[in-house]
């Protein structure tokens, strides 16, 4: 019986492995959509990622092609939603807008990305 | 600064484990052992001392790697260098307002209370007592909470939760048995350097204790580890094309090296220290020996493994990297048949189990039995590789990529613009492969309409238009087109042969091979969604129509929207062609026809030709794909309510493929 066990336990293969995927969080969604064309001005931009954040550390910013900010300072994570940031938006004119995101998830890893859409265009 | 968090982790995880395995080895192994026996208090004295240096060594170490682990994480998060200003304005947001931060200071608090528990001990010479378990249990919260700020504490729902339960298994399973070694070890060498011949029965009485609590704590590590790969399913590539991926081969590796001594320990050596008494001093105190030198190599090899684990927890994860395969070929399941599969996976079980007695038999020392499992497993991969050999496809470095562009309308419109470009001139406006310039060409261009196109991954077909085929006949675009738009203008080509392979689908709903439409965004009442939103919520119809507007058909569907919603499926509807964009005609609004851009109204028509005579119904599944189609010329026409509900039924049954990593980008 111990024999049959420990042949179990000795030769038991590949599959030991520690905590292995899901650290830093990445960007899983935006509204606005990532590079759509939005017909008005958005009032907010929100993002959600793939892991929880640490909002102390996150942050979100908007500018325009001129690399103006256009986004009202506010970033902050969703009441209850710890995998979500929102960000005010002043009023926009036509024309392509960027995300610039910069995180950290509650495993302290930053992670950082951008993205951009479009309003009032097509 | 890296190179200080790596080694900052791995010392604090040696420092967790060894001091949770001191208090473990102490209350379940020593103190018993030495209470059943008879040895005099002098000599169980020196056991204690080196117990207790090993203690206060490891809470020394814990503090001292915890301090610079919190240091260089606070370095990490707010991207400012170690120095003053670092240590006064980000240490206190880091320990009062981060997860990382509130854990530390709860580890902290539990070092400070081992450190009573160790002074409160000092005095006393003999048993265990209540205080030794309370040691212990604080040792293995202090162990567990490194869990709470990490990988598993941070996933959100459910399967975060079960990812913390298998971390937290596995930490203790390694407690258990990795921080053991070291106190086993010490045992063993008290019993060699004294001239007490009591001690013989104390190290019988231990290692046979410990056996038990090595095979028990072996399980619990592994039952963690399964677990915690069971959420990783399809992901080979990743583990072997990935930084990440190979250094967690490197530690299972050194993790069977473990098992293997360990087996060699329990098999060979432990049976003659039960069975050996005084009269064969000699085999005793060489058994002794062989037994102090092997746990000495385990826990180096161990160490090594945490060394390891220090480094893996400051890497992206393998599933987030793109994986370079490393090899020529690539093995193909979907294209074996079930009763091939099945008998493959029996084979894999044998061959297993062969592997498995081969390496015990080597250990125990039955060559003879060895070389018989052995021959088993040559059997079982010979016999094996017969189906296995259907399955085998040619692959590339690039075979396993994530799309770097997400499957949507922006992609698609863009990849439209650099198809016509660059590949038409071959494979043709159509995609059919018969370009202008395709009649002079050695070897034909590939239709790319053709159902063969998604036999292969969206990494073999990035490697093609980055590299080009067929020895140069179709040239490499790595020079002309950017990564990103090379993933547009794939994004176009799958999208469009899914168009043209989706007319062959009827009002029937179909199982076969999967035909996803590309997301886009839309605004309905206000609200700008994607379809994804929409089919997260279920199956959804979607209702492609050309000017003019069909107002009787769009209005027959809103009278029937509250059923349809009741029966769970979404209705939307895009006008598309050429007069698209402008107000309809009809009086009230529809709240399902919704606005899209210019963009999407493009990609949805390769969906919905105008020879569909003004408009098109497809019905998709909750992964996006295209189930069934109607159209007005059609066979059976345009459906109706009763329809349109015992279709939605029959694909919302649908599985959804695990989250894999198509049109999935960062």
Known sequence: MLRIFVAFVAGAVPIVAAPFARAHAFLDHAIPAVGSSVPASPAVVTLWFTQDLEPAFSDVTVTNDAGQRVDLGNAHAAQGSPAELQIGLKPLPPGTYTVSWHVVSVDTHPTEGTFTFEVGTG | ?666
Request: glycine share 10%.
């Open chain 2, 1 to 666: 600064m890296e190179g200080v968090l790596i080694a900052a982790r791995t010392l604090h995880f040696a420092a967790a484990i060894a001091l949770t395995g001191v208090f473990a080895f102490d209350c379940l192994v020593a103190s018993p052992a030495l209470r059943l026996s008879g040895v005099a208090a002098a000599s169980e004295a020196g056991l204690r001392r080196r117990l207790g240096w090993l203690a206060w060594a490891s809470l020394a170490l814990a503090i001292g790697s915890g301090t610079a682990w919190l240091v260089a994480v606070a370095a990490n998060m707010s991207g400012k260098p170690v120095g003053i200003s670092l240590c006064r304005d980000v240490l206190p947001v880091v320990l009062t307002r981060t997860r990382f931060g509130e854990d530390w200071l709860l580890r902290l608090t539990l070092a400070g209370l081992l450190g009573c528990c160790l002074l409160a001990r000092q005095g006393r010479r003999r048993a265990v007592g209540a205080i030794g378990w309370v040691a212990l249990l604080l040792a293995a919260l202090m162990l567990v909470s490194l869990t709470w700020a990490g990988h598993g504490g941070a996933t959100p729902g459910p399967p975060g939760d079960l990812h913390l339960l298998a971390d937290i298994l596995h930490l203790l399973g390694a407690g258990f048995w990795l921080g053991t070694l070291l106190p086993l070890a010490l045992l063993l060498t008290e019993a060699r350097q004294t001239g007490d011949t009591n001690w013989a029965a104390v190290v019988g009485t231990a290692t046979r204790r410990y056996s038990i609590l090595a095979m028990a704590s072996v399980t619990v590590l592994l039952a963690g580890g399964l677990v915690n790969t069971w959420f990783l399913t399809g992901t080979v590539p990743a583990l072997v094309g990935t930084e990440y991926g190979r250094l967690l081969l490197a530690k299972i590796g050194l993790f069977i090296a473990m098992l293997i001594v360990a087996a060699v320990n329990l098999l060979r050596l432990t049976p003659r220290l039960a069975s050996a008494d005084g009269g064969t001093r000699n085999v005793v105190r060489r058994t002794v020996f062989q037994l102090r030198r092997n746990s000495l190599i385990e826990a180096s090899l161990g160490f090594c493994v945490l060394a390891i684990v220090g480094a893996l927890g400051t890497l992206p994860p393998g599933l987030h990297t793109e994986p370079g395969w490393p090899l020529p070929f690539r093995v193909d399941l979907e294209v074996l048949t079930l009763q091939s599969v099945v008998f493959l996976a029996i084979l894999g079980v044998f061959a297993s189990g062969c592997a498995i007695a081969a390496v015990t038999a080597a250990a125990a020392g039955h060559y003879r039995r060895m070389t018989a499992f052995g021959s088993g497993l040559i059997v079982c991969v010979v016999l094996g590789w017969v189906p296995l050999r259907a399955a085998i496809e040619p692959a590339y470095p690039t075979s396993f990529y994530a799309p770097g562009e997400p499957y949507a309308a922006p992609s698609v419109v863009r990849g439209a613009a650099l198809y016509a470009k660059n590949c038409a001139l071959c494979h043709g406006t159509t995609g059919r492969g018969e370009g202008p310039v395709a009649a002079g060409l050695p070897v034909r261009p590939a239709d790319l309409t053709a159902p063969h196109l998604f036999a292969h991954t969206e990494g073999d077909l990035f490697w093609w238009v980055s590299e080009g085929t067929d020895n140069g006949v179709m040239p490499g675009f790595a020079d002309v087109m950017s990564v990103n738009a090379r993933w547009d203008v794939i994004n176009f080509i799958r999208a469009r042969a899914a168009a043209v392979l989706a007319r062959g689908i009827g009002p029937e709903v179909t199982t076969a091979a999967a035909l996803e439409v590309p997301d886009f965004a839309f605004e309905r009442a206000g609200k700008q969604q994607t379809l994804e939103d929409a089919l997260k919520r279920g199956p959804v119809l979607l209702v492609l129509f050309a000017a003019p507007t069909p107002v009787a058909r769009l209005a027959q569907l809103a009278a029937e929207q509250r059923r349809l919603s009741t029966a769970g499926l979404d209705v939307l509807a895009v006008e598309i062609g050429p007069s698209a964009r402008q107000p309809t005609e009809s009086g009230a609004p529809l709240s399902f026809v919704v606005d899209v851009s210019a963009d999407v109204t493009s990609t949805l028509a390769l969906y919905g030709p105008p020879e569909d005579r003004g408009e098109t119904d497809l019905m998709l599944d909750r992964a996006g794909n295209v189930r069934a189609r109607w159209t007005r010329g059609g066979r059976d026409g345009l459906p109706d309510a009763d329809t349109l509900v015992a279709v939605a039924d029959g694909v919302a049954r649908f599985a959804i493929a695990p989250q894999s990593h198509t049109g999935h980008a960062h």
